[in-house]
């Protein structure tokens, strides 16, 4: 895992998940929790994108929990399956 700085994990806060694939194929946990979560608030808003801030409180992730939650949003980011667009 690699340390990010205070700036950057802040312009992560204010971005927004998009959900492109709707695939959990090869996915680890947390990956699939990602992919649940926005399917699951495209069933009820009609909208396949969230933001990250909102997505940690619901998940209540805190510590070592957040840090492997960047990680797997950079790994869906990697296999097309999200796009992060940083606002």
Not at 30 to 35: F, G, T, W, Y
Not at 59 to 79: C, H, I, P, T
Request: hydrophobic share 35%; aromatic share 6%; charged share 30%.
């Amino acid at each position: 895992m690699v340390r990010r700085s205070g700036k950057e994990t802040q312009k992560m806060f204010k971005a927004v998940v998009v959900l492109l694939r709707n695939t959990t194929w090869k996915c680890g946990k947390v990956e699939r929790l990602v992919i649940e979560y926005l399917q699951s608030h495209l069933m009820r808003y009609g909208t396949p994108k969230s933001s990250i801030k909102e997505m940690t409180q619901h998940l209540n992730l805190k510590g070592k929990q957040r840090s492997e939650f960047f990680d797997a949003l950079k790994r869906l980011e990697r296999r097309h399956i999200i796009e992060i667009k940083i606002s």
